[in-house]
DNA sequence: CGGCTTGTTCCGTTATATGGAACTTAATTT
DNA sequence: AAATTAAGTTCCATATAACGGAACAAGCCG
């Protein structure tokens, strides 16, 4: 979603760009195709990606198209496991499903995507692991618009202007006037919904999460599919999805010192 | 447990050292740690972290202490979605997990380490995530001692010799003549265990995976709790995980051309 | 307050990444 | 099969970006 398309800080960030295109492809790429993607001469392209190769952060396959490397996995599951804000909302999202039976997530905003951090299922979901790490865009979303109902006025004008709508279903938000009156609901309510907005029959309630100074802004959501769990039921949890971002965002003060 | 400490082989490798350097550490490590883990000059230092932060990789707490960034969690659920030996195993490790009822493991080979690609749980378990990704000593589990026993002697060799053993359990093997012992029998029967080796109260059975010029090695798992199935029951289920190992190859081979 | 640790910035030097072109190998066409 | 084109790989002089010493700023502790 986040097309990261060519800000090459340095040598790493071209290394980064080479990985971004691979991992935004949805068909495998040879070498030629990336060639065409990262504006590089042949010769300086061939040799990041034999860097990349050996860090093995890209592999080859027999085909000679490129996937993206194990390390890749073996950093973020340390990153999963290590990271603060995860670790301090887990046991809050836990209590929040043990309350609603219904699979909970935890997000945080990253430019026009929410990134999903962590999330605790009602059954064994089919494919669930893809969903941890994975970016959607905020605006078809209940942790991602609860995220950016978070964010100061100033920010947040300056971020949805720049968004593109793509219609994911007939219910989701195309416009920037009912993603700003949704906004503004939020903000009265503390609470967000997915009316089915990103897929189809199903539909979520969220809350926004925040730091003080909102140097981070992130959501919780409890989802369910929508031929089991009405709208209004979906509702009645307000509170209790509230009380959960709330004791999330406690936990988080008082485990950050004040401020920098 | 693989620690990669220190070598560093351009921009790009060094980098990552810090990376790693951060993904290793149990504690967080603040500025002057890393400085003592990784050894460069601090201006040095204090730019490659600015760059790493700059890229989303690393990030910094409030008490100035380092994490690794929400970018990795991205690029590693595309790297896991888009794994094609993951994805041609994905059906047969389902069906391994629908004859057995109990959690089934992909993992592969890397270095002495297992690194788990995927994994079909039981039931809902509770700090599943943080599985995948997840490196183990190759020698203390089944996937592991599966995959090894699949590398041609040479390289098994060159590989096992540099192992230093670990005492996980009361059961895990501590020598070189008894891995090598086990490693012979594996070769024989197809099939391999682990004896609550790793962690106990947890034995599982296994086999190993491998490409026709073993050009990758892994091994597919079913494991359980000792005190609900019995060893016996476990030695009952070998043709059905040789069977899934089996098609998996069967699938790979098929999908990649014959040789580059 | 003064010394000491920790974190950040600057800038001349050096090493490293760059990219054009030549070369090799594989695929496609006649 | 030979010829033609495309795809992938290697080389090397050059320019750029990383380096690292040192100076600077900010906390922390006695």
Same mark, same amino acid.
Request: proline letters at 4%; aromatic letters at 0%.
């Given at each position: 979603m986040n097309d990261n398309g060519g800000n090459a800080t340095g040598t790493l960030g071209k290394a980064l760009d080479v990985l971004q295109a691979v991992a935004s492809s949805p068909h495998p790429l040879r070498f030629t195709d990336l060639l065409q993607l990262v504006p590089q001469p042949r010769g300086t392209l061939h040799r990041q990606i034999s860097n990349l190769i050996q860090e093995g952060l890209l592999s080859v396959r027999r085909d000679h198209s490129y996937e993206l490397g194990l390390t890749l996995l073996t950093l973020a599951s340390r990153a999963w496991a290590g990271n603060q804000f995860r670790t301090v909302a887990e046991p809050h999202l836990r209590q929040l499903h043990e309350q609603t039976g219904e699979t909970v997530h935890l997000g945080v905003l990253k430019g026009l995507d929410v990134i999903y951090l962590d999330k605790v299922e +009602?059954?064994?979901?089919? /494919?669930? @692991? +893809?969903?941890?790490g994975n970016a959607s865009p905020a605006y078809c979303t209940g942790v991602g618009k609860a995220a950016l109902a978070a964010l100061p006025d100033m920010e947040l004008d300056k971020l949805i202007s720049t968004i593109s709508f793509r219609? @994911?279903?007939?219910?989701?938000?195309?416009s920037l006037e009912a993603l700003r009156g949704e906004i503004a609901e939020i903000r009265q309510t503390g609470i967000a919904f997915? /009316?089915?907005?990103?897929?189809?029959g199903i539909h979520c309630i969220a809350a926004p999460i925040h730091s003080r100074d909102r140097d981070f802004v992130a959501g919780i959501s409890t989802t369910a599919p929508a031929y089991r769990i009405s709208i209004e039921q979906l509702t009645e949890w307000a509170p209790l999805v509230r009380a959960a971002a709330g004791a999330i965002m406690e936990d988080m003060t008082s485990r950050l010192g004040p401020k920098s």
């Open positions: +009602s059954r064994q979901a089919v /494919r669930m @692991h +893809s969903q941890i219609r @994911h279903t007939e219910h989701t938000l195309t997915d /009316r089915q907005e990103h897929e189809p």
